[in-house]
């Protein structure tokens, strides 16, 4: 059953976030400054008014591409390579083992030596991007707090800082992460800063699996929440205009 349920929800998302990025409209809703992660950032000139907070370096983009085409395979690749997503559909799609002490299907075994597995070894340079797109969101939840130099706070504010939160969790979480603040130390008793962030790093690591399927679900539920909103099918409350 489990990998059944772990194939259900990641060929779930996988269909829900392809049909949305390639539809082109409600992916910002200009009241609240709300814009989807599936779109952050948006750098084309076909993106709507208000919508391009870096600003718009690429120009138009005919109508079949997508606008969040700059972030997008970042964070779809650091997902695909990750070590937690690796197991999990590796075990759910490929049944390579369907479970530990379980014999696979497959007659021969190759690890990830060879094409096209090799490059889940890039998993540590998506990290490295990934953690500047987790930057950039932040930067989206913050902004839409603001309109006109004065502050503003909705529902939708909650929905992006609960997504961005489990964002951060699962981006900060990561092996590469932990890798990257506590690795290649003989002594930590000679880096006490970094022995500090390694074992925050850690504790979050054991939950790496919950941030990650979490991280999906706020995901697609912030997405649904703003296209909603800006497709005009429900009115956002406010709570300070």
Known sequence: MQPLIIAAILGFFVVYSTIRIFMNKWYFVPEGGYLTPLYSPCLSDSCVEGSSHFGTPFGEFPRWLPLGLAAFPIVAGFRVTCYYYRKAYYRSFWMSPPACAVAEPHKKYTGETRFPLIFQNSHRYF????AVVLAINLYDAVHAHIEDGQ??????NVVIWINWLMLAGYTLSCHA?????GGRLKHFSKHPVRYRFWTFVSKLNARHGFYAMTSLVTVIATDAYIMATSAGWFDDPRFIN
């Open 151 to 156: 502050f503003q706070a909705g529902l939708g």
């Open 177 to 181: 992460c932990r890798h990257v603040v």
């Open 127 to 130: 990290f490295y991007l990934a």
